[in-house]
């Protein structure tokens, strides 16, 4: 069965930082195309940033140049590095690979302005 951890999350101060990670099992990580999402309050899931089928890598327009979506298949686990973080980031972060599988339960992130 495969299970998706996702960790790192937390109350941050708007310019600040963090940095999740999502540990996943019970399937062949490297080579999957996977990605982050984040569900505000209120609003639909949204695809973050993702590794595309070429291993190269994809933000939305709102994080990139802020984001940096990583891996280390050695630990089956991929990163998402957030910096200079703004209220609109406060979400439930989420991974999942592609196609996707049963969600995990997130992590919160809560930006104060």
């Known amino acids: 069965q495969v299970q998706l951890v996702e960790s790192g999350g937390g109350l941050v101060q708007a310019g600040g930082s963090l940095r999740l990670s999502c540990t996943t099992s019970?399937?062949?990580?490297?080579?999957?195309?996977m990605g982050w999402y984040r569900q505000a309050p209120g609003k639909q899931r949204e695809w973050v940033a993702g590794f595309t089928g070429r291993g190269s890598t994809d933000y939305v327009d709102s994080v990139r140049g802020r984001f940096t979506i990583s891996r280390d298949n050695a630990k089956n686990t991929v990163y998402l590095q957030m910096n200079s973080l703004k209220p609109e980031d406060t979400a439930v972060y989420y991974c999942n690979f592609v196609p996707r599988v049963a969600w995990g339960q997130g992590t919160q992130v809560t930006v104060s302005s």
């Open positions: 019970g399937i062949i990580f490297s080579g999957k195309v």
